[in-house]
T-cell receptor, first 113, second 113 residues
Framework: QQQVKQSPQSLIVQKGGISIINCAYE??????FPWYQQFPGKGPALLIA?????SEKKEGRFTISFNKSAKQFSLHIMDSQPGDSATYFC????????????FGKGTHLIIQP | DGGITQSPKYLFRKEGQNVTLSCEQN?????MYWYRQDPGQGLRLIYY???????QKGDIAEGYSVSREKKESFPLTVTSAQKNPTAFYLC????????????FGPGTRLTVL
């Protein structure tokens, strides 16, 4: 079964610090790597996504770093705020997600004020 | 939640009963998906449909059935054959192009009594 491995399972960061979540994948056919943010009792919302033709993508305080040779990608949240406290999921798919996404198991992030 | 509605929000089922979860989207998206979320397990793909009257099994389709009679609707039936149906069920949709985002609905929490 194709897998996406996500770490850490939980993370506590001080306000203003950098939150880093890592993911690794196995299937070299994957060509789409989104990150989702989920609050309790809600559906996930797309945060940022990257394709393997670039090594980094930045949107505001959120940055994805992508290492194709290592089959790894990570999410960096700069200047972390208490409102960023949520569960974050990495995902991967071939064909741009058309056949469904394979998710990591999630990281529960807590930003301490 | 990007124009995707799921109902009901909470659903209780007795063992041995079939139950149908509703998913409707007004985004004019071709593709629709059903995922199951369990604590600490991330999201897992149950079924998906890329066009009306056609659908494919995901990673955990056993004990579930779907239909896609209309572009806007993709109901999921949890049958009595599903051994552990208590979970949070999420519906998603995606547009035609590979750059389109996969949007999620607010979810239905199913509890088997």
């Amino acid at each position: 079964q194709q897998q996406v491995k996500q770490s850490p399972q939980s993370l506590i960061v001080q306000k203003g610090g950098i939150s880093i979540i890592n993911c690794a994948y196995e299937n070299t056919a994957f060509d789409y790597f989104p990150w989702y943010q989920q609050f309790p009792g809600k559906g996930p919302a797309l945060l940022i996504a990257i394709r393997p033709d670039v090594s980094e993508k930045k949107e505001g305080r959120f940055t994805i770093s992508f290492n194709k040779s290592a089959k790894q990608f990570s999410l960096h949240i700069m200047d972390s705020q208490p409102g960023d406290s949520a569960t974050y999921f990495c995902a991967a798919s071939g064909r741009g997600g058309a056949d469904g996404l394979t998710f990591g198991k999630g990281t529960h992030l807590i930003i301490q004020p | 939640d990007g124009g995707i509605t799921q109902s009901p929000k909470y659903l209780f089922r007795k063992e041995g009963q079939n139950v149908t979860l509703s998913c409707e989207q007004n985004l004019n998206h071709d593709a629709m998906y059903w995922y199951r979320q369990d604590p600490g397990q991330g999201l897992r793909l149950i079924y998906y449909s890329q066009i009306v009257n056609d659908f494919q099994k995901g990673d955990i389709a056993e004990g579930y059935s779907v239909s896609r009679e209309k572009k806007e609707s993709f109901p999921l039936t949890v049958t009595s054959a599903q051994k552990n149906p208590t979970a949070f069920y999420l519906c998603a949709s995606q547009g035609r192009t590979s750059t389109d985002t996969q949007y999620f609905g607010p979810g239905t929490r199913l509890t088997v009594l």
